[in-house]
C-alpha cells in the first residue's frame, strides 16, 4: 500500500480480536484466537528484556518485529523464532507496513525516545494498544497529544513505569495517599539527571544502506542531522532537544510516583525553580505539596528511590524493595522492611489484562501525559534558570514567552502528529 494511503487505511482497523474463545485449545491454555496478537518495534537492549516478560504470558503471540537497523530486526526475530521452535516470526523495517497489518491487537515500542510518542500515536490510529518504554513524550505539546490520541481513539496505552506495579512502591504511595504519613508535605524524586543542554552536530560519517540502517526512519520527528553510529546507539534526544533529557531519565519513574502519592495524577505543579545552591530543583504543588529533585542524602535503598514526608511520618523505598521508615508501625503488618522490587512481568500483565477488559492500565495515557509534563517543566526551568509559573488547566507558563516556546519543537515532515 501507498504510505499516503496509511491512515485512511489504518482508522478502519477493527477492534482487538482478543474476545473470542476455541474449544481446540488444550486445558489451561489460550487457543490460537484467544492469544492477543503482538509486534515489536524498535527491540533494543532494555527492549529485550520487556518483549521477554511478553513472550513469557500464555495469551501472548508475538507474529512480528519491526526495527529501522537490520541488526536487530534479525537479533529480535531469532529471540521470538526461539521461544516459539519456529521461524514465523515477519520483519518489517518501516513501522508503516507493520501497522498496516489488520491481524495486530498491539505492539511493544522501545525505540530510542525520540521517536516514542509519534510511534504510540501512530499505533493508536491504525487501531492498536500500545505498550511504550518511557520516556513516553519529549515535550509538553507532545504529552498533551498522546493523551488526546488514546481518549479519542479508544485504545489502551501503558508507560512503561513499571514501578506502579511493584509491591514495595505500591505500599509506599499507599501510605501516603491515605493519610498513614499524616498531612504529606513534600514528596522526592531521583532524577538519574539534571543536564539539560541542546543537542549537538556530529561529525558526518558514511552513510550506510538504507535496508541495513534506515537513517531517515531512524531520525522520525528529530531535526535531520547526518548520520553518526554514536547517535545511532544512544537513543538520543529524551527530552525534546535537550540530551539526556534532564530529569526524565528517572524522573520519569520517580516524579511519576510523587505524583500518584500526592493524588495527582490529573494535574502537576505550578510553581517550578531551577536547580539551587543546594543543588536540586524542585516545584510547588496548589496543594502547598512540594517536590524535591535530587541526587544526594537517599538511603541505600537501590535506584529509582522515592521519599514521602507527611506531618506524622515518613517512608522511603527504592528498587531494591527495601524500606526506610520513620516507625516500623508504619509499614504493613507482616512486612519485615523487605518486598520483591523491580519485576515486570505484573506491569506487562496490568497491560494485558486491560486489552481485553478495555480498562484503564496504571500508566494510561492521561497519567503518562501529566507526569511527563511535570519532567519537561522541571528540565525547561532548569534550562531558563529561573524559576516558572504554570496553569495546569491551559498548559502555558504565566508570563513567560521564551519557556511557552519550549513546551513544543517543530517536527520534520513527514512525521508531525499534532
Known amino acids: 500500500m501507498k504510505r499516503r494511503d496509511f491512515l485512511k487505511t489504518a482508522a478502519a482497523v477493527a477492534a482487538p480480536l482478543v474476545i473470542s474463545r476455541r474449544a481446540l485449545s488444550a486445558p489451561g491454555q489460550p487457543g490460537t484466537n484467544d492469544r492477543i496478537r503482538m509486534a515489536g518495534i524498535g527491540i533494543g537492549g532494555r527492549g529485550s528484556g520487556v518483549l521477554g516478560e511478553f513472550l513469557g504470558q500464555p495469551d501472548v503471540q508475538c507474529v512480528a518485529v519491526c526495527d529501522a537497523r537490520a541488526d536487530r530486526r534479525e537479533r529480535t526475530k531469532k529471540m521470538v523464532d526461539d521461544r516459539y521452535g519456529n521461524e514465523d516470526c515477519v520483519m518489517y523495517r518501516d513501522f508503516r507496513d507493520l501497522l498496516a497489518r489488520d491481524d495486530l491487537d498491539a505492539v511493544l515500542i522501545t525505540t530510542g525516545s525520540n521517536n516514542h510518542a509519534m510511534l504510540s500515536m501512530y499505533a493508536a490510529r491504525a487501531g492498536k494498544d500500545v505498550y511504550c518504554e518511557k520516556p513516553c513524550t519529549k515535550t509538553i505539546a507532545e504529552s498533551l497529544a498522546l493523551a488526546e490520541t488514546f481518549r479519542r481513539t479508544g485504545r489502551v496505552y501503558q508507560g512503561g513505569m513499571q514501578r506502579r506495579n511493584v509491591p514495595n512502591f505500591e505500599l509506599a ?72 533529557g ?19 495524577d490529573d494535574t502537576v505543579p505550578v510553581e517550578y525553580y531551577p536547580i539551587g545552591d543546594d543543588d536540586r530543583a524542585s516545584a510547588l504543588y496548589a496543594n502547598g505539596v512540594k517536590l524535591v529533585l535530587r541526587h544526594d542524602d537517599w538511603l541505600p535503598l537501590g535506584s529509582c528511590p522515592v521519599r514521602f514526608e507527611g506531618d506524622a511520618g515518613w517512608v522511603e523505598t527504592g528498587d531494591s524493595g ?78 513567560d514567552e521564551q519557556a511557552n516556546r519550549l513546551r513544543a519543537e517543530a517536527a520534520r515532515e513527514p512525521w508531525r502528529t499534532y
Open 322 to 399: 527495601k524500606f526506610g521508615a520513620s516507625s516500623q508501625a508504619l509499614l504493613a503488618s507482616g512486612v519485615s522492611g523487605e518486598l520483591p522490587g523491580q519485576p515486570h512481568v505484573s506491569h506487562v500483565r496490568d497491560f494485558l489484562d486491560c486489552v481485553k477488559s478495555r480498562g484503564n492500565p496504571r500508566v494510561n495515557a492521561d497519567v503518562a501525559c501529566q507526569s511527563h509534563i511535570a519532567c519537561h517543566a522541571v528540565n525547561i526551568a532548569i534550562f531558563l534558570d529561573r524559576k516558572l509559573a504554570y496553569d495546569p488547566k491551559k498548559n502555558e507558563f504565566l508570563g
Open 173 to 244: 504511595i499507599a501510605l501516603a495517599r491515605t493519610g498513614k504519613l499524616g498531612k504529606l508535605h513534600t514528596v522526592h524524586a531521583h532524577p538519574g539527571g539534571m543536564g539539560t543542554r541542546t543537542s549537538g552536530w556530529p561529525t558526518p560519517q558514511p552513510e550506510p544502506p538504507e535496508e541495513e540502517v534506515d537513517w531517515d526512519l531512524f531520525l522520525g520527528t528529530a531535526a535531520w542531522r547526518p548520520f553518526s553510529p554514536g547517535l545511532l546507539n544512544s537513543g538520543f534526544e529524551k527530552g525534546g532537544g535537550l540530551v539526556g
Open 246 to 264: 534532564g530529569v526524565l531519565e528517572w524522573g520519569s519513574h520517580c516524579v511519576d510516583m510523587c505524583q500518584w502519592a500526592n493524588n495527582a
